[in-house]
């Protein structure tokens, strides 16, 4: 078991084997609540990065087999360009 101590300012400095254990990096932000035995429970929030990789390709699944969904979408938007000026 490890001690810190609070600063002045309220802060504590995380022993080393918890930032590695936690794979933490400055910047990082940790997410705290006291438990019902007031024990003080801090977990890693995950960053705007490894919430993006946790979502990349999850929608693959929707998409029709053969379909190209950003040559379908250039497609639907000149279409759409062609209708504008037609009409004026």
């Given at each position: 078991m490890t001690t810190t101590t609070?600063?002045?300012k309220h802060q504590i400095t995380l022993p080393a084997e918890?930032?590695?254990a936690l794979e933490l990096a400055p910047g990082s932000q940790v997410e705290w609540t006291i438990g019902p035995d007031g024990t003080l429970i801090?977990?890693?929030?995950?960053?705007?990065?490894?919430?993006?990789?946790a979502l990349y390709?999850?929608?693959?699944?929707y998409l029709?087999?053969?379909?190209d969904p950003v040559r379908e979408l250039i497609a639907?938007?000149?279409?759409?360009?062609?209708?504008?000026?037609?009409?004026?």
């Amino acid at each position: 078991m490890t001690t810190t101590t609070l600063t002045r300012k309220h802060q504590i400095t995380l022993p080393a084997e918890i930032v590695q254990a936690l794979e933490l990096a400055p910047g990082s932000q940790v997410e705290w609540t006291i438990g019902p035995d007031g024990t003080l429970i801090g977990k890693p929030k995950a960053s705007r990065a490894q919430r993006a990789a946790a979502l990349y390709g999850a929608g693959r699944r929707y998409l029709r087999p053969g379909v190209d969904p950003v040559r379908e979408l250039i497609a639907e938007r000149l279409d759409d360009d062609d209708a504008y000026r037609a009409a004026s």
